[in-house]
């Protein structure tokens, strides 16, 4: 065999292998976002885990429907509402035999609902001012949760998660 087909077939052999490479990079888990969503991804999960954890649920697990009322989010944290309520949506939706997720609020004058559906009120508030690191900025925060019946005004319960967001991320 010539020398140069030699070094063909071996360069075959790599454009194969990169080629396989490539595609099974593209078929793995992606992870967690990299992206702003990052530093609210594990707010949305905790929030989520909080709110299904809560005492008034009155149907089992997979029969839940919560309508998410859009998050009341304070301008000094840099963070849309539409941002953190697809973070919150994303995390209640990973939850296995979780609720049923509506991005939709009845509105006030609604005054029947079945058993199964809750309103998910969700207000971000910042905490104070930004705490300077050696290599980032903290954002106090302060996530307060509400769970009510649609037509209801009082909520049923209430739990304030704290806790410090990366601004780098945002």
């Known amino acids: 065999m010539p020398r ?3 070094t063909i077939h071996t ?3 790599l454009i194969a292998l990169l080629i396989a490479l490539t595609l099974s990079g593209c078929a793995s888990n992606p992870g967690p976002p990299k992206t702003v969503r990052q530093a609210l991804y594990g ?3 905790r929030a989520a885990e909080t709110a299904l954890a809560a005492p008034v649920w009155q149907v089992p697990d997979g029969e839940r429907v919560l309508l998410l ?3 009341e989010i304070d301008a000094a944290l840099s963070i849309e509402p539409a941002q953190f309520g697809e973070t919150l949506t994303r995390a209640l939706l990973a939850v296995n035999s979780g609720p049923q997720v509506l991005d939709w609020t ?3 004058a609604t005054r029947e609902a079945p058993d199964n559906q809750w309103l998910l009120e969700s207000r971000l508030i910042a905490e104070g001012p930004a705490l300077t690191l050696s290599d980032r900025r903290l954002l106090p ?3 307060e949760l509400a769970l009510r ?3 209801n005004a009082e909520p049923r319960w209430q739990q304030t998660l704290t806790g410090a967001l990366d601004a780098s991320a945002l």
Do not use: K, Q, V
Request: aromatic content about 14%.
């Open 149 to 151: 019946r649609p037509g």
């Open 69 to 71: 009322a859009p998050a």
């Open 11 to 13: 360069a075959g052999w």
């Open 43 to 45: 707010l949305g999960e």
């Open 4 to 6: 140069y087909a030699s």
């Open 141 to 143: 925060y302060r996530l």
């Open 106 to 108: 009845p509105d006030r």
